[in-house]
């Protein structure tokens, strides 16, 4: 029995030395082997990167670590960057592309790669790649020019299936991200903390005509959450709770933008030497659908289908006891401003989901403030866009709104924009219902010195061109047993009724009803001319009015016009 025990053990000795002696063998040959593949290794992924790009970037790293019986590569200090020369060349043959990408980061780790099939049978599988806190930079290139060919060129797996038959990773992970957009070498965005997933990318001899995959993937989706920043200025402060988007989806969701001022309304604005719009915005939700991220990628071009923003409250806030800036505010019409934006941009239609606009200003002889109140802006804009192409054919963009004027009056306006005429020419037509005018009160009383005693429009309608210059058209005004009341001020500067200016206003200027009795329709025909500092929507408005004015009758009263602005001072 002691004999048996002692043979089994004796066994068992030997088999352990022999275990360990085999893995210490195994292990110094893994180690011998990753030791003599680490440079052919680090090589072959230079190489790979280069002749992959067309040799318009490199791959540079301080350090590779492999490690064979756990299938990982890490490497360190990683740089992926564009060569200028090789760009200069490709522009010249017009295949540059119209992005380049800058990349630096710590450590970029492969998990779970199959080495010896990449060796043995020319294909590369990994079960991850991971890039810890990468900084990105994007680099667009405006006027690259592409010959008709070079889109179709050869496919990244006809480039590399002289290297490898295939790729396949199960996911790539960038994680925490700097992300930095430029326009040449001038940055137009920064943002960090940015998250992108890459899920099963494949490149072989079948995937390009694979079209449920985009760039070679079944999916690549990113997102960012908790973002916020000072702007430039150091004005305001932007806000986002979450940036999710797929580029398989085509899909962009933004929720939570809000720019937020960082003073109150009067010390804001006395941060200026001149009017400046303050501006406080809420959207709660802004989604973009059917994005072409791959003509955004290889022609910097951005065509949406559409874009739905809101619920959302924009608030506006104006200083009229400052000069108006010395500036044509004609460039920042809408439709003139489109025109500027640094990407040829194609909108197709934007829906606009009830959204409130606020619109207030101060008046310092009454040194009080009046807002103009749009709520529940709803209501679509469509063909947005600066492409010369499709300017070319289809050279107009519209709006149809509907909105509640201060709460209670129901308004309906179509704008329409021409998009290429120099003199930012535009038409607008609409029509308000019925109201009780002494909601007009919270603006004419601090803003005009009068106050709505009585009255109620029963309609109104307007159809107006106009361009930068001027506009002209038809105003219809109808209403009913308007009356009013001056204000000035007492000795203690508290607004009190002008009795003699009230009585002749009421008894010899207004006009209480329209129609009178029988009469017919009083219909006014304004024309109205435009002063560089006065914006889109003044112009739009102060037409209007007149028309008002000249059917309620007072049209003899010239109304204020706008301070001459500061000489010298641009913003």
């Not at 992005?99 to 599988?125: N, P, Q």
């Not at 941060?271 to 973009?288: A, E, G, H, M, P």
């Not at 207030?360 to 749009?374: A, I, M, Q, R, S």
């Amino acid at each position: 029995m002691g004999k048996h025990f002692y043979t089994r053990r004796r066994f068992w000795y030997w088999f352990g030395g022999t275990a360990v002696g085999l893995l210490i063998v195994l292990v110094t040959g893994i180690t011998i082997i990753a030791v003599k593949w680490k440079p052919v290794l680090s090589s072959k992924l230079k190489e790979g990167v280069k002749k992959a790009s067309g040799e318009l970037y490199t791959l540079d790293f301080k350090d590779l670590h492999l490690n064979l019986l756990r299938g990982t590569v890490t490497l360190d200090s990683v740089v992926f960057w564009p060569d200028s020369n090789v760009f200069n060349e490709l522009k010249l043959q017009k295949k540059a592309p119209v992005h380049v990408f800058r990349i630096k980061l710590e450590h970029l780790k492969i998990t779970r790669i199959g080495i010896l099939d990449a060796y043995l049978k020319k294909k590369l599988h990994a079960k991850a790649i991971l890039l810890d806190n990468p900084s990105i930079d994007m680099v667009y290139h405006k006027g690259i020019k592409r010959t008709a060919d070079t889109a179709r060129s050869e496919n990244l797996y006809q480039i590399l299936k002289s290297t490898l038959n295939s790729i396949e990773v199960k996911l790539i992970k960038v994680i925490d991200a700097d992300f930095d957009y430029y326009n040449t070498d001038r940055k137009l965005s920064a943002v960090k903390h940015v998250n992108i997933r890459v899920e099963d990318l494949l490149i072989d001899s079948l995937t390009s005509l694979d079209t449920t995959r985009v760039l070679y993937s079944k999916n690549i989706g990113f997102e960012l959450g908790g973002y916020k920043s000072l702007t430039k200025d150091k004005m305001y402060t932007v806000k986002i709770d979450s940036v999710r988007g797929s580029l398989n989806k085509r899909s962009l969701e933004i929720k939570g933008l809000k720019v937020i001022p960082m003073y109150p309304e009067l010390e804001f604005s006395r941060k200026y030497n001149v009017q400046k719009d303050r501006y406080d915005l809420d959207f709660s939700s802004i989604i973009l659908d059917n994005i072409d991220f791959t003509g955004l990628s290889n022609n910097g071009n951005l065509q949406v289908k559409k874009m739905t923003i809101g619920p959302a409250k924009v608030a506006v806030f104006m200083n009229r006891s400052l000069p108006p800036p010395d500036i044509d505010k004609g460039r920042n019409f809408p439709h003139v401003a489109l025109q500027r934006l640094p990407l040829p941009t194609i909108i197709e239609k934007v829906m606009l989901n009830k959204v409130d606009v606020a619109y207030t200003e101060f008046n310092p002889e009454t040194k009080d403030k009046g807002t103009v109140k749009l709520q529940a802006l709803n209501g679509s804009l469509s063909n947005l866009t600066n492409d010369s192409l499709r300017l070319a054919h289809h050279n107009h963009a519209y709006a149809d709104l509907s909105t509640s004027v201060m709460g209670t009056a129901k308004m309906n306006v179509k704008i329409d924009f021409n998009l290429i005429d120099k003199n930012g020419g535009f038409n607008y037509y609409g029509t308000v219902g019925g109201f009780d005018m002494k909601v007009l009160n919270a603006i004419s009383k601090p803003l005009g010195k009068m106050e709505v005693e009585s009255g109620h429009v029963n309609s109104a309608s307007f159809n107006i061109s106009a361009n930068f210059n001027q506009a002209a058209g038809k105003v219809v005004f109808l209403y009913g047993g308007l009356k009013i009341k001056m204000l000035g001020e007492d000795e203690e500067g508290k607004q009190k009724k002008k009795g003699l200016l009230s009585f002749l206003a009421n008894t010899i200027l207004i006009k209480d009803d329209n129609p009178t009795g029988n009469d017919q329709q009083r219909i006014a025909y304004v024309d109205h001319h435009r002063v560089k500092q006065a914006s889109f929507f003044n112009l739009m408005w102060k037409t209007i009015l007149k028309g008002i004015r000249e059917t309620a009758g007072v049209g003899m009263i010239p109304m204020k016009k706008m301070p001459p602005p500061k000489k010298g001072i641009k913003k």
